[in-house]
């Protein structure tokens, strides 16, 4: 089964700021402990959500806003793909990502073919 | 013999539709197959009796017709170049050993990834039997709503690869609860005279007990349930709510009283301390008379501890009440928040009555009704209203035992 994890930041990134010099190292480890784990996939990282540029297209125009297509604190912040058995067994990655214990939120989404 | 029938269905529907759900690894394809031959199985059976098996009669026809389906899928798919995925199904099957596959159903069903209403329908329609519009009919929504919930459920399932699966210990635990609050929210949703769904509740409890002996928890709840359920019939008189203290103990059904002693006594003799244990030891010492209140409050004290919850501490009220007056009782409603909780203000005034302190009590009973939507327990406490308003207190009555 091959997911799509969306990594949202909330106010995680804010909350690591705070955090000791010990435990923001834990943080990275746990991320790069995440991007090495057998089934993972990373994509190129996002860049931040307030660079971001959302396009619409309204009766044939193309609108252009600044930002993401939701508030800031609730775009996606990274992304990536896991292949694993079942939902559980990707729950368990999911929990694992930091940002879901600082005020974060990891989505699981399966990944699917439309076409 | 169409009794009979009923009966082999309702005991057969959760474990056929669980062999096939584990075998096809496909939720709606087994439930369409289960369905068939059920069909299949109230047209002929009446007429050439029973087979020797009817299990694996059951699970070999619907088996046979998934297998039917999934071939002419896959014809159709391969005119269009595209790969039927389902080999499972071609695999032959022994069946002298169906496995009892319930309880991988049933963790299928109230996995957390699923909404609870969802879960909630899903477990009657998977292990209890019911239709779509039964269920939809218990819950009071249109059965197209229902039909939508179990639909999008079934599909999250198989998109989302919810495991079918027991779950591992680690979970265990956890997953285990949800399973228990499902099948509690069931038994509630018919406590309030749904009696279709109490009956199911009970029914899935028994289920569970059988399925997971060891756990004292899920004795706890079948026996919280059994002893609830006992007093169903003398809780309502006239369509009127009837208080535990002014119930007729002749309406009360000794047999279940029993045996949710018994699970309650297998509970305990596992070592449970849990909050369904708890809850069926206070509901068994319900039954008792003279009723141990200090024994109930002291329960209480442990459940409050246990869940944190105010609305147990306002229980544990009730029986300080009983046990050391309303004076101690009202002190601990007092200190409560739950203002939004009707049963705070019937409680608060039932204790205010019994202190003689008519006026406020009036007024909370008027706080209550207003909380309280139309039915029994509305009239219940417009009759406690009315008898308030012209008589002097008469300290005797009870206050919000449960009823």
Known sequence: ?115 | MVARLDQVFREEWGRVLAVLVGFLGDFDLAEEAAQEAFALAADRWPHDGLPANPRAWLITTARNRATDRIRRERVRTAKYGLLGSVDRAEEPMDASTFPDERLELIFTCCHPALALEAQVALTLRALGGLTTDEIARAFLVPERTMAQRLVRAKRKIKAAAIPFRVPPPHLLHERLDAVLAVVYLIFNEGYGGRDELAAEAIWLGRALAELLPGHPEVRGLLALMLLHDSRREARFGDGELVLLADQDRSRWDTGQIAAGRAELDQALALGGRGPYVLQAAIASLHTEVPCDWAQIAALYGQLGRLTGSPVVELDRAIAVAESEGPEAGLRIVEGLGLDDFRYLHSTRAELLRRLGRVDEAREAFRRAIQLTGDGAERRFLERRLTELAGTTPSPTREPRAPA
């Open chain 1, 1 to 115: 089964m091959k997911y799509v994890m969306l990594v949202y930041q909330g106010d995680a990134q804010e909350r690591q700021a705070a955090l000791s010099e010990e435990e923001r190292k834990q943080v990275y480890a746990d991320y790069q402990g995440i991007n090495e784990m057998p089934g993972v996939t990373s994509v190129p990282p996002l860049g931040l959500a307030q660079n971001a540029t959302t396009v619409r297209v309204e009766g044939g125009r193309t609108l252009t806003t600044d930002g993401p297509f939701v508030g800031m604190k609730e775009a996606v912040g990274s992304v990536f793909v896991l292949e694993a058995d079942d939902l559980d067994a990707a729950i368990e990655v999911a929990a694992r990502v930091p940002a879901a214990r600082y005020g974060g939120a990891v989505e699981i989404r399966p990944s699917e073919v439309y076409w």
